[in-house]
């Protein structure tokens, strides 16, 4: 049967009309995908920013908290620190207020002494500071019962205002042999002081001071502590001579000239106005000055400006200038050799006042 040349263009059309139906379906396809795919992405790009975020949100939280944290602590710490301060202040105060009374009587007769030699010289009374060497949890405050100034030299004087009888360096019955029954001499290994007080007409109290408690090595303690100090002020290590004082007028006293038992130079011990005189004598007429006239009198300021009672003979009898801040105290421009003598906080009525233990603020 011959074919149809009229049925040729249906077929053609019909042909294009199934290709054109198979490349919708395939662009109806591929777009569906393409949409999946986009769906996805964007579902994908949601969910990290949905966790970025709460990444963010807890590590604001946790910066927060830290930052909340960081500032308690150092509130904690700066009340501790000011509450430390207001009770190491107070004790300064107390030990200003109520030193100078019981070192009336050897200020008076360090003053005299001076005042007798012609010397030029300051006299320091109650000199009150916090020494270097202490941390938060044991700070104290010290006291130096006076500090003689002059260009030849500096000593540290510690007072003992001590009634009855002393004995210093001397143990009793090397002084009165019929006391070697009285005492357990065995102990008293220099530095030592024994001190016997008639408290009733029937009673007799003996104190013994040994070792770190004698007046001798008290004495050179508190010297190297003010060393300390100083040095911490100005930048300059001072060189302090060391003398006990022993100033009561009731008191007895047998004691060593000089005691050297801890090393180095040795502590002057004087219980009358003539060895005073002489230690005096001897620590401003040495040959060689250490310090200038300038020097002394910074110095002067310095300790001034710890609450210390000033008198002041010779050529520094005259009014002191305005002190500036004691960090820019300048002192002596050549070093000297260090502290040789140190003592421990000042005498309490009538007995020695060890140094003012201040509480621990983190308790």
């Given at each position: ?17 199934v ?36 990444a ?13 944290a ?26 200003v ?39 938060a ?8 019962d ?10 540290v ?45 029937t ?25 300390d ?5 100005t ?17 007895t ?15 002057a ?8 005189a002489?230690?005096v ?8 000055k ?57 005498d ?16």
């Amino acid at each position: 049967m011959p074919f149809d040349q009229s049925l040729v263009p249906w077929i053609i059309a019909a042909l294009l009309l199934v290709v054109l139906i198979v490349v919708a379906v395939v662009l109806r396809a591929r777009a569906k995908r393409a949409l999946t795919a986009a769906k996805a992405a964007a579902d994908e790009q949601a969910r990290a920013a949905r966790e970025q975020h709460v990444a963010l949100a807890a590590a604001h939280d946790d910066a927060l908290a830290q930052a909340a944290a960081d500032h308690a602590r150092e509130r904690d710490t700066l009340g501790a620190e000011r509450q430390a301060a207001l009770t190491e202040a107070k004790q300064a105060r107390d030990l200003v207020a109520a030193g100078l009374k019981w070192e009336a009587t050897s200020r008076d007769d360090i003053a005299e002494t001076c005042r007798q030699l012609g010397v030029d010289a300051v006299l320091l009374t109650n000199v009150v500071f916090v020494p270097v060497a202490t941390s938060a949890s044991s700070r104290f405050v010290a006291q130096v019962d006076h500090v003689l100034l002059s260009e030849t030299g500096v000593m540290v004087i510690e007072n003992k205002g001590w009634n009855g009888i002393v004995f210093d360096g001397l143990t009793p019955s090397s002084v009165f042999p019929a006391f070697a029954g009285l005492f357990d001499e065995s102990t008293m290994t220099p530095p030592f002081a024994l001190q016997v007080v008639k408290d009733s007409p029937t009673v007799l109290t003996v104190r013994t001071h040994l070792g770190r408690d004698a007046p001798a090595s008290q004495v050179r303690r508190q010297a190297q502590r003010l060393s300390d100090r100083v040095q911490a002020e100005t930048g300059v290590r001072l060189w302090f001579d060391t003398c006990v004082f022993y100033s009561h007028r009731d008191a007895t006293v047998f004691a060593t000239e000089r005691d050297a038992t801890d090393g180095g130079a040795a502590t002057a011990i004087v219980s009358h106005r003539s060895q005073l005189a002489g230690v005096v004598r001897e620590l401003t007429s040495r040959p060689t000055k250490k310090l200038s006239r300038a020097r002394v009198d910074d110095l002067a300021r310095l300790f001034a400006s710890y609450g210390a009672d000033v008198l002041r003979f010779g050529a520094h009898a005259h009014e002191l200038r305005e002190a500036p801040e004691p960090r820019e105290a300048p002192v002596a421009s050549t070093p000297q050799v260090a502290v040789a003598s140190v003592p421990e906080a000042a005498d309490a009525p009538p007995q020695e006042a060890a140094d003012v233990q201040l509480p621990d603020p983190t308790e």
